[in-house]
DNA sequence: TTTTGGATGTCCT
DNA sequence: GGACATCCAAAAA
């Protein structure tokens, strides 16, 4: 398995939305390695999306990194959880794809016991869940993803991939209608 | 300095 | 289907 290059992330945010299904997500710790397959992403394509933090340019300490280069970690507290994206688009350019869903892979039993003994089928199939299953934190925050201890790796591209309307963002105006969602068809780990 | 409001998950009914 | 947990940072005061 080879680390994706700087160049994948290169590529148009929609693009990379898709490129990145079938890919696997690593993570290492003291603990252990964890990994899994990227099945569900969706994009958010700063200063015209209305549901982007950055939308109209909208530039914080908390946004700061989508306008970054792409292949950089953007990490974001939601309530008591952790949401894990991948900042894209060239330096300047506020754009990001959301991680919503993995397959578990590697690092089975590590994932088991921080996801307190759940069904398989629940420890990864949601935003907040993967980067608890996969020990992401909010200091991974600007982390390059061709290194280690967090990187993703080449996978092989599904022969099936369906798209649609993204999730949790009803108050986002036209924006929620766009359909920046993609997932993995009939993959049982997508988030639903 | 205080208030406010989430790109969610879990538990309860 | 609905309440609530529990934290950060933006925005208001």
Known sequence: MTTLPLKFYQQPTLELAKSLLGCKL?????EGVASGFIVETEAYIGPND?????????RTKRTEIMFGAAGLTYTY?????CLFNVVSGPEGLPE?????????????????TRRNNRKKKEWTNGPGKLTKALGIQREDYGHNLTQKPLYIQKGIQPSHVSHGKRIG???SGEARH????????DNPYVSR
């Open 50 to 58: 209305q549901a982007a933090h950055s939308f109209n340019n909208r």
């Open 169 to 171: 963002i009803d108050n």
């Open 96 to 112: 990001a794809v959301l991680v919503r869903a993995v397959e578990p892979v590697q690092g089975l039993e590590l994932m088991q």
């Open 77 to 81: 507290v939601m309530h008591t959880h």
């Open 26 to 30: 690593v993570k290492e710790t003291a």
């Open 178 to 185: 766009y359909p920046w969602r993609f997932w993995v068809t």
